[in-house]
């Protein structure tokens, strides 16, 4: 299994272009989040969906949306890229009733 | 929303020693505990979990403690060695938000050789 992988590592986007930052598992797992990380601070949720078909937000989703139309990929979407969004970002997955979440190595993104 | 927050952002110990991660968690219907490690430029990796009907949990060289009364979880690593240096985080996952994690700010924890 390659478990949770994102594309891209690195990105660097100019004020207001838009872009989707991609996460699949092949673990069929149902539950799968986005989360930012600032230097310094903790994982903050984005959003995150409980299976195919069904989204909500977490604690920071303005400027993003995410669909997520198969078990295996949840893609998340920066609609107006702001230099408030340079962040790193990281997916992750887990079996919907275990709750243990499994992390990808991560997108860094630069906004300038 | 939850606030999950640690005593010590940076903690330093000697190889062979051990070492004790503090946090401290605000919301008593938590019902779920994560400790993550996130070693540099690399994703959290999930370390142990322990529940909130547990007070206490071991697994290879690690120990979580949980305080229900005080709200405090702790990470307890034997024999700390040099491939423990990290960032560790704790996640809290609310008793209310079914799958919403709560994360911590993170403690660096440093092992000199």
């Known amino acids: 299994n390659a478990g949770v992988t994102q594309t891209p590592k690195f990105q660097v986007l100019k004020t207001g272009q838009s872009m989707t930052l991609q996460c699949a598992q092949d673990?069929?797992?149902?539950?799968m989040s986005w989360y930012r990380q600032d230097p310094g601070m903790g994982l903050r949720l984005i959003h995150y969906?409980?299976?195919?078909?069904?989204?909500d937000q977490g604690e920071v989703p303005n400027g993003y949306n995410v669909s997520r139309s198969t078990t295996e990929d949840f893609p998340l979407r920066l609609l107006s890229a702001a230099p408030s969004q340079t962040s790193v970002y990281f997916c992750?997955?887990?079996?919907?009733?275990?709750?243990?979440?499994?992390f990808g190595p991560g997108t860094r993104l630069l906004v300038l | 929303g939850e606030s999950v927050g640690l005593h010590l952002p940076t903690l330093s110990v000697q190889e062979g020693d051990n070492s004790i991660i503090n946090c401290a968690y605000s919301?008593?219907?938590?019902?779920?505990f994560i400790w993550y490690k996130q070693e540099s430029g690399k994703g959290p990796q999930f370390i142990i979990d322990?529940?909130?009907?547990?007070d206490k949990r071991q697994g290879q060289r690690v120990t979580v403690l949980l305080n229900k009364t005080v709200k405090h979880l702790s990470l307890q690593i034997a024999a700390t060695q040099p491939g423990d240096s990290a960032v560790y985080f704790c996640?809290?996952?609310?008793?209310?938000?079914?799958?919403?994690?709560?994360f911590g700010s993170g403690t660096k924890l440093n092992v000199k050789p």
């Open positions: 322990i529940r909130s009907n547990m």
């Open positions: 996640a809290e996952k609310g008793g209310n938000n079914f799958n919403k994690f709560y």
């Open positions: 992750a997955s887990s079996k919907f009733l275990t709750e243990t979440q499994y």
């Open positions: 919301n008593s219907a938590s019902d779920y």
């Open positions: 969906s409980v299976g195919a078909g069904i989204t």
């Open positions: 673990m069929n797992h149902e539950y």
